[in-house]
């Protein structure tokens, strides 16, 4: 099913999105459970740069535990997301394999323990 600029599969309850879907857009691809028409529950969303977020949802944005694999510096973020962002206790995996555990501020490291 075609919607604005994206293309939509999978279950619809009361003429929108629920349950499992693919969810495909200009920006990339979006694999995981629906409710109410929006991302809600466990799903991944990939970038066309090759960039990944495999996690939880809430009413579309990410919120909950999560990974970021981020295709253009080849990095690894880990915690838990707030309302989009990387907040409070998490993990850093630098391109060398390198790990770090910190603590995440609106998705910046604030420091490293």
Known sequence: MKYND???E???HE???NGRG???NSKGVYIGDFKDGQQNGYGEYS???GSIYR???RNGEREGDGEYYNAKNQSIARGH???GLLNGNGEYFEPTGAKHRCIWEN???KSII
């Open 55 to 57: 996690g939880y949802f």
């Open 47 to 49: 970038w066309k740069d």
């Open 22 to 24: 693919k969810l495909t």
């Open 81 to 83: 997301w707030k309302k």
């Open 6 to 8: 994206s293309t939509y």
């Open 10 to 12: 999978g279950g619809f």
């Open 107 to 109: 998705s910046k490291i």
């Open 15 to 17: 003429n929108t999105f």
